[in-house]
């Protein structure tokens, strides 16, 4: 059973989608969810709503996770706070897609600070805590596209590929310390990035799934949930692949 009653969870890129949805499950099983979010603050005050009418206690933060300072202040706070920083989810992350002969210099360097330097900038900043009480969940999320490559995304797929190999290496140097580090790479799902494409290109992608449908958040965010958890406590350096069988190792 998870239990995670006590519990102070960041998630960065919460405000919707696989973000939202690891909220509520985690909330769902006693944490206490932060919200982070470039939202506007109108967009972050409904997603609060939302959970706590569902009986969730949780707090936001506007916050750009390529900001050094900002990150550092919303860390900084949520130890004042609450006294602990037990979980950490890096899920922000956007797209800007082109063939790389097309590429604007500026959509790759979008993508890698905010899915890359993100990851990086979010665990640096909570670690030193974590690291001093001898505990922490620490989870990454990568994608398919990271691991298989795909055309057009080499921006995207670079980043997603660079957090499996943070992954691994930040495992090793801190699992002595109590600390799991893992990585979700989830195929293709049913969020807002998905919702706006056209139904022949999602149509090609089910037919490449075996389960012959697009996932739905909730089951990235149970995955999260269970890697968050003590029954965990033996797992770190991994990743998840959790993409309806699209792709098998």
């Known amino acids: 059973m998870?239990?995670?009653r006590n519990q102070i969870a960041i998630i960065t890129g919460a405000g919707r989608g696989i973000g939202f949805a690891t909220a509520k499950i985690l909330g769902g099983y006693g944490a206490t969810p932060i919200i982070c979010d470039v939202l506007p603050e109108?967009?972050?005050s409904k997603t609060i709503d939302h959970l706590q009418s569902n009986g969730i206690d949780s707090f936001s933060y506007r916050v750009d996770v390529t900001n050094k300072e900002q990150i550092d202040k919303m860390v900084q706070d949520v130890l004042e706070r609450w006294g602990h920083i037990d979980i950490l989810v890096n899920n922000a992350g956007l797209t800007r897609d082109a063939a790389l002969l097309r590429m604007k210099d500026e959509d790759w360097h979008l993508v890698l600070n905010v899915c890359l330097q993100g990851t990086y900038?979010?665990?640096?900043?909570?670690?030193?805590?974590?690291?001093?009480?001898?505990?922490?969940?620490?989870?990454?999320?990568?994608?398919?596209?990271?691991?298989?490559?795909?055309?057009?995304?080499?921006?995207?797929?670079?980043?997603?590929?660079a957090i499996i190999g943070f992954?691994?290496?930040?495992?090793r140097e801190i699992a002595s310390r109590g600390i799991t580090v893992n990585a979700i790479a989830p195929g293709f799902f049913d969020t807002d990035m998905t919702r706006n494409l056209p139904e022949a290109i999602k149509e090609g992608w089910?037919?490449?799934?075996?389960?012959?449908?697009?996932?739905?958040?909730?089951?990235?965010?149970e995955a999260v949930a269970f890697?968050?958890?003590?029954?965990?406590?033996?797992?770190?350096?991994?990743?998840?692949?959790?993409?309806?069988?699209?792709?098998?190792?």
């Open 42 to 44: 109108s967009e972050l």
């Open 167 to 171: 992954t691994k290496s930040l495992a």
């Open 227 to 249: 890697l968050s958890s003590q029954a965990a406590a033996y797992i770190t350096g991994q990743t998840l692949h959790i993409n309806g069988g699209m792709v098998m190792y």
């Open 206 to 221: 089910i037919n490449q799934i075996p389960v012959g449908r697009l996932g739905q958040p909730e089951e990235i965010a």
């Open 121 to 161: 900038q979010c665990t640096k900043s909570v670690l030193k805590s974590m690291v001093k009480r001898r505990y922490g969940r620490i989870i990454n999320i990568s994608s398919v596209v990271g691991v298989i490559g795909n055309a057009g995304q080499v921006n995207y797929s670079s980043a997603k590929a």
């Open 2 to 4: 998870v239990d995670l």
